[in-house]
């Protein structure tokens, strides 16, 4: 394995029974990169990031970290990831210190070296006057920020975060990336990022689409926006099949949810206003946007079968 890679599988397969979960997963993933593993509940996210991490083995395949083939020491992957869970590993009936030094005595961390990391994490995530609270007494966000000061607290190269902002509001959402942003300047670590929230991922270096276990497309998050269309218009009308007939000889086939109307408009000059006039008073309202990754997931993952990057 080449010796800028954070991440590498090949052939990376999980069989439970008769379900696939991941097959022949290839990936390369450069230190330092902020990627993302994106797709529906069920497509594989998860099982992913346990096989990369160790909590179950494939089936299947190989991958390495940091240069270190997984199955041949787990224990020293370990050593070099850290994990945040979609659901919280902390105790909140526990303060934010004793969580963490019970997590870095887990990591082999001596007395100094833990208390000056956590002095280091507390001041990141703006936490210092609560650290010895109970967690049961702080807010969502915050219990949030510990679960990731935990997952960092030995120094991973890698930070696997698994649906991290799950259930959290969108300032809470906010904060949370700034701390991520932070910790990848001042630390230099590999992110694999895996989230509902698909703004969220716009943010990554590479991004791939994951479906049924299988990857589907991948690229540049602004590079998967730009090819899939200039604009995406969005029609909402008590005709669907009229304004279907109509506009799919020039546009193709849209998304159709309800009465709304979904289509990927690929030149840049079409008068939109001109099209409003013609289709006249059977569109109840009409909009046209620039495409973001939440249509490229909806035209490529969603249906597959209307779109043109599959």
Wanted: proline share 4%; with cysteine.
């Amino acid at each position: 394995m080449r010796s800028n890679l954070a991440i590498k599988t090949q052939g990376l397969t999980k069989q439970f029974g008769q379900t696939l979960a991941v097959n022949k997963l290839d990936l390369e993933i450069e230190a330092g990169q902020f990627y993302g593993l994106l797709g529906p509940n069920g497509a594989g996210k998860s099982t992913t990031i346990h096989m990369l991490t160790t909590m179950t083995a494939a089936t299947s395949g190989d991958a390495w970290i940091a240069d270190q083939l997984v199955a041949d020491d787990p224990v020293a992957i370990r050593r070099t990831v850290g994990l945040v869970f979609q659901d919280s590993a902390l105790d909140r009936t526990m303060t934010i210190d004793e969580n963490l030094q019970f997590a870095a005595a887990m990591y082999n961390l001596s007395p100094s070296e833990a208390d000056s990391r956590i002095d280091e994490l507390m001041s990141v995530f703006k936490l210092e006057k609560k650290r010895h609270q109970k967690l049961v007494a702080l807010s969502g966000g915050q219990r949030r920020a510990v679960d990731i000061a935990r997952g960092v607290l030995h120094k991973p190269k890698v930070l696997f975060l698994d649906e991290p902002t799950i259930g959290l509001d969108l300032p809470n959402r906010r904060s949370i990336w700034r701390f991520v942003d932070q910790l990848r300047r001042d630390e230099g670590m590999t992110v694999f990022l895996t989230t509902h929230y698909l703004e969220e991922a716009a943010a990554c270096d590479h991004v791939d689409f994951i479906q049924e276990g299988s990857l589907q497309i991948g690229g540049a998050p602004s590079e998967l926006v730009k090819q899939l269309a200039e604009y995406v218009l969005e029609i909402d009308t008590l005709e669907p099949e009229n304004i279907t007939a109509q506009l799919t000889p020039l546009f193709g086939a849209p998304i159709q949810e309800e009465q709304q109307l979904s289509f990927k408009i690929a030149a840049s000059d079409v008068d939109f206003f001109e099209l409003q006039k013609t289709l006249g008073d059977v569109v109840s309202s009409m909009q046209w946007r620039r495409p973001n990754l939440n249509d490229v997931y909806l035209w490529t993952i969603c249906s597959p079968e209307l779109g043109e990057a599959t």
